[in-house]
C-alpha cells in the first residue's frame, strides 16, 4: 500500500505542476517582475533578495535583469540558458 500511496501522490504533483505555467511577464524596478498564471493569478514578485548572490550575480547588471521571459520548455520565468525560477515557488510568493 505504501508504493501506491506514492505514486498517487507524484501524480498530483504533476497535475499541479501543469497548473503553475507561467504565460506572460515583464520586468519592473528595482528588481521586481510582474507574471501571469495560465489561470489568471497575476502580480508583481520582488526578487531583490537574490540580486548578487550564486548564480543571480549576472542579475547585478539591470539590462541582464530586464531580459527576463516565459521559457516554452518549462513554463516559468528564465534568463539565459542558466537561470530560472520555480514557478510554484512564484505562486506562492503572489498568493501571500
Not at 20 to 29: D, F, Q
Not at 33 to 47: C, S, T, Y
Not at 71 to 81: H, L, R, V, Y
Request: charged content about 30%.
Amino acid at each position: 500500500m505504501e508504493n501506491l500511496f506514492i505514486i498517487d501522490a507524484s501524480l498530483k504533483r504533476s497535475k499541479e505542476f501543469k497548473r503553475a505555467k507561467i504565460v506572460a511577464c515583464e520586468p519592473r524596478p528595482n528588481y521586481s517582475v510582474w507574471i501571469r498564471f495560465d489561470d489568471g493569478l497575476e502580480g508583481v514578485v520582488d526578487l531583490g533578495h537574490l540580486v548578487g548572490k550564486g548564480v543571480f550575480a549576472e542579475w547585478e547588471s539591470v539590462e541582464f535583469f530586464n531580459q527576463v521571459h516565459v521559457d516554452p520548455k518549462s513554463d516559468t520565468i528564465a534568463w539565459g540558458e542558466d537561470i530560472d525560477l520555480d514557478p510554484y515557488v512564484l505562486r506562492e510568493m503572489l498568493e501571500k
